[in-house]
């Protein structure tokens, strides 16, 4: 049976907490509280710190959709009202159709555990696009693929992941059994921060409940999958911070099955880095690896060092960035930032 979890309060290091964040404390911050975002809500926020749990008081003004779960702030120590939230270390956002700004998922992680199932929801091209994300916001992808147990051929699904990307870490896991918190474990040591990702139904939250040993009253809610099309229900339904037996922090996100791109800058060249460095070698700056002659890509594709199809859903990926992506026009000192079209 897995030993309860150690009892906050914590110290910084194991809430997290390093140079990145200390060093951008002036003098009198000092006797400031650090706490850490736990929960988000539209109206409140709770933050983990040394002392335990605290409920966090908003100043007036306060717009809770520019916090993160994971953020680091400054409180008062003495009625814990919010002072100012700190730097990231790393952000994963998410854009949505018809949303002005990007909705924030998880901040200060250092994996992210993209969690997807050996059936019908396995899906390249949807990897593909949390990978990218991934990249984009300095975090380190793992890909976690769960219910081997019920596939003919675990090891296909493993090399169809591990080909996404060069050097990509992929591990099978039993969600629901202590094997997984030791696979996982390089990953969720103290002070460290992973989040969970993947579409409803792949068993985030059962493989969350393992690593953090929730009792029966604290477990978060899983649900099952569809057996006529292998997809999952929505059961988690906001983000939250959790402390995992090996010392380390999770963060729990509802399932996403549509996930947009916009604003990359490297993460699709992390992602397809077969493609990447043939660009340069094409005849035209501004080619567009499908019709121009002496393009570097096309070529490589003929000689079966890029798969076409990887060639075809990285064009997708890479127009629907560019449609999205924001850009500055109009005269010196009167810029606005537009769109170059309409999102996908």
């Known amino acids: 049976m897995t030993?309860?979890?150690?009892?906050?309060?914590?110290?910084?290091i194991a809430l997290g907490w390093s140079r990145f964040f200390e060093g951008q404390l002036v003098v009198d911050e000092t006797d400031h509280t650090r706490a850490r975002i736990a929960t988000v809500h539209r109206a409140r926020m709770t933050a983990e710190s040394e002392t335990g749990s605290i409920k966090l008081k908003l100043p007036a003004q306060?717009?809770?959709?520019?916090?993160a779960v994971g953020d680091w702030v400054l409180t008062d120590p003495q009625d814990h009202i919010l002072i100012r939230r700190l730097e990231r270390q790393s952000l994963l956002q998410r854009h949505t159709v018809g949303a002005r700004?990007?909705?924030?998922?998880?901040?200060?992680?250092?994996?992210l555990l993209i969690v997807t199932s050996c059936n019908d929801d396995f899906n390249p091209a949807r990897l593909e696009r949390y990978l990218a994300l991934a990249n984009d916001a300095g975090t380190n992808p793992v890909i976690v693929l769960t219910k081997?147990?019920?596939?003919?051929?675990?090891?296909?699904?493993?090399q169809q992941a591990a080909a996404l990307q060069r050097g990509l870490e992929v591990v099978t896991v039993n969600a629901k059994t202590q094997t997984a918190v030791e696979v996982l474990a390089p990953w969720c040591g103290q002070g460290q921060t992973v989040a969970l990702i993947g579409s409803s139904g792949v068993g985030k939250s059962t493989l969350l409940n393992t690593l953090a040993a929730k009792s029966a009253d604290e477990a978060q809610r899983t649900g099952g999958i569809r057996s006529d099309d292998d997809k999952g229900r929505h059961t988690t339904t906001s983000r939250s911070l959790h402390?995992?037996?090996?010392?380390?922090?999770?963060?729990d996100t509802p399932g996403m099955r549509t996930l947009h791109v916009s604003d990359l800058s490297t993460g699709l060249d992390n992602v397809f880095a077969e493609i990447a460095e043939?660009?340069?070698?094409?005849?035209?700056?501004?080619?567009?690896?499908?019709?121009?002659?002496?393009?570097?890509?096309?070529?490589?594709?003929?000689?079966?060092?890029?798969q076409p199809e990887r060639l075809e859903r990285w064009r997708k990926l890479h127009d629907e960035n560019r449609d999205n992506t924001q850009v500055v026009t109009g005269a010196r000192g009167k810029k606005s930032p537009t769109q170059r079209g309409k999102r996908h």
């Open 148 to 158: 081997a147990d019920q596939a003919m051929d675990v090891d296909d699904f493993r």
């Open 278 to 306: 043939h660009m340069p070698n094409c005849r035209f700056r501004d080619c567009t690896h499908q019709h121009e002659p002496g393009c570097a890509v096309r070529a490589a594709v003929t000689a079966g060092q890029i």
């Open 101 to 111: 700004t990007p909705q924030l998922i998880a901040a200060n992680i250092d994996t």
């Open 243 to 251: 402390l995992m037996t090996g010392g380390g922090w999770a963060i």
């Open 62 to 67: 306060t717009n809770t959709a520019d916090f």
């Open 3 to 12: 030993p309860p979890l150690a009892p906050l309060p914590l110290s910084l």
